[in-house]
């Protein structure tokens, strides 16, 4: 399938450390998004990269792609507490038009 | 937040109810979603509507049947459903159906008895 997998399924950090996501992924894609997702709410979109950038930047936040390895990493510097969320990737790809996303890393930064 | 609403934010329902969940989006969207998020799964796409048109069921069983009156509002009509559909569903609209951002509502916890 489609399916992307986070890794890892949890991590927990202090405040102030980095934290870094990663996403796989197993076909050609158009464009690979993150998502953010706090508990029991709605997920909030964060950034999406295009199949022919290799990394991009919003605030603490920097993506990485390689479309050669099928795979993304997610990277939030000096986190926060309030950081703590489940964080999805999801692709689509080039021969359909939904979104698939993955299972999620759940990120818990202590203060 | 993010333009989208849903009503109810919790519902718990026996097996012989009907009820139905609301959707409606602020932003102009073309597009809206149906998903279905559980405990240890990756979010299940169940229904898309393009332009008011129904354009993706994912097998999904009749006991769930959406409408969608126009542009702004997607309803997901439940009826004798079971304890495993207890799940947070959530709403999703983009500005066209080609895979682009995805802007979520808050969901909807749902509880079967």
């Known amino acids: 399938s489609q399916q992307g997998e986070e890794d890892p399924q949890a991590l927990s950090i202090q405040e102030g450390e980095n934290a870094t996501m990663n996403c796989s992924y197993k076909?050609?894609?158009?464009?690979l998004q993150w998502y953010r997702q706090n508990s029991g709410r709605g997920l909030v979109h964060l950034i999406l990269i295009r199949s022919n950038e290799r990394e991009k930047h919003s605030g603490r936040l920097r993506v990485t792609l390689d479309t050669s390895k099928k795979s993304s990493s997610l990277l939030i510097t000096a986190s926060r507490a309030a950081d703590t969320a489940s964080y999805f990737c999801a692709t689509d790809a080039w021969n359909t038009d939904k979104l698939i996303f993955g299972t999620g890393t759940r990120l818990q930064v202590f203060p | 937040e993010t333009g989208v609403t849903q009503t109810p934010r919790h519902l718990v329902m026996g097996m012989t109810n009907k009820k139905s969940l609301k959707c409606e989006q602020h932003l102009g969207h073309n597009a809206m979603y149906w998903y279905k998020q559980s405990a240890k799964k990756p979010l299940e796409l169940m229904f898309v509507y393009s332009l008011e048109e129904r354009v993706e069921n994912n097998s999904v069983p009749s006991r769930f049947s959406p409408e969608c009156p126009n542009s702004s509002h997607l309803f997901l009509h439940l009826h004798t459903l079971q304890p495993e559909d207890s799940a947070l569903y959530l709403c999703a609209s983009s500005q066209d159906r080609v895979g682009g951002t995805q802007y979520f509502g808050p969901g909807t916890r749902l509880l079967v008895l």
């Open positions: 076909t050609s894609i158009n464009n």
